[in-house]
């Protein structure tokens, strides 16, 4: 049994893909996105002092070939992230418990839609 493929025509378009995503634009286009979801994270984060939602940043990292963002939230009292307790809720020093919101995913859900629009727009017109 033997398998056999043909194939017809050239990969112009696959090896100018190819060559385009080799020159890491991807920084920068990953940055684009970096920005808007600091900015879409501290509009929904809820807020009494503006500090927490003015504490978001983000990193662009690259191991091997596996590029990633990551939001970042640095403010915290006591060694305890306030970001965290917002979304996910907290007991009281007083022996209450205050409900968490989740404010993060649905601020961060249309960047998300919006790099994997843009990254299939990327291959598909390569």
Same mark, same amino acid.
């Not at 091997?64 to 306030?82: D, E, M």
């Given at each position: ?6 194939? *017809?025509?050239n990969?112009?378009?696959? $090896? ?18 970096? $920005?808007? +979801? ?9 807020? $009494? ?9 983000? $990193? ?18 006591? +060694? ?11 007991s ?20 998300f839609?919006?790099?994997?629009? *843009? ?8």
């Open positions: 049994m033997s398998i056999r493929v043909t194939s *017809s025509g990969f112009k378009r696959t $090896e100018k893909f190819l060559k385009k995503m080799s020159r890491n634009d991807i920084f920068s286009v990953l940055s684009h996105y970096g $920005e808007q +979801g600091v900015r879409a994270l501290a509009s929904s984060t809820p807020s $009494e002092s503006g500090v927490t939602a003015g504490s978001w940043s983000y $990193e662009i990292t690259k191991r091997r070939n596996v590029y990633s963002i990551s939001w970042l939230n640095n403010y915290g009292v006591n +060694g305890v992230p306030i970001v965290i307790l917002l979304q996910y809720g907290h009281t020093g007083t022996g209450g418990y205050v409900q968490g919101r989740d404010f993060i995913n649905p601020a961060i859900k249309p960047i839609d919006q790099i994997a629009e *843009s990254v299939w727009k990327a291959v598909t017109s390569a």
